[in-house]
């Protein structure tokens, strides 16, 4: 049984860090591409970054130079630290993964709740 959850969100001021953390089971971790999410109030959910199995990232445009998305394969853990947060990356955060078999079925953590304060 697939399982991510999520811890590390709360409440910070602007220009404050935080680090969320997604623990994984039920799959092989170290072989699957692994994202963060993220879902503001009334806006759909939008991929923030991604870790590849080769450790490679990618970014959503507002979170380059601000966001640092790792994994711990022996940990089976990935991580997304956020720095210089601003208000508007208020939303709640999503670990995902789409497996690499057959069907390609996706899976999604709980969600924790990041809120920057002005």
């Known amino acids: 049984q697939v399982q991510l959850v999520e811890s590390g969100g709360g409440l910070v001021q602007a220009g404050g860090s935080l680090r969320l953390s997604c623990a994984a089971s039920?799959?092989?971790?170290?072989?699957?591409?692994m994202d963060w999410y993220r879902q503001a109030p009334g806006k759909q959910r939008e991929l923030g970054a991604t870790?590849?199995?080769?450790?490679?990232?990618d970014y959503v445009d507002s979170a380059k130079g601000r966001f640092i998305i790792s994994r711990d394969n022996a940990r089976r853990t990935v991580y997304l630290q956020m720095n210089s947060l601003k208000p508007e990356d208020t939303a709640v955060y999503y670990c995902?993964?789409?497996?690499?078999?057959?069907?390609?079925?996706?899976?999604w953590g709980q969600g924790t709740q990041v809120t920057v304060s002005s």
């Open positions: 995902h993964v789409q497996l690499a078999i057959l069907g390609r079925p996706r899976y």
């Open positions: 039920g799959f092989e971790f170290s072989t699957n591409v």
């Open positions: 870790v590849r199995s080769s450790g490679i990232t």
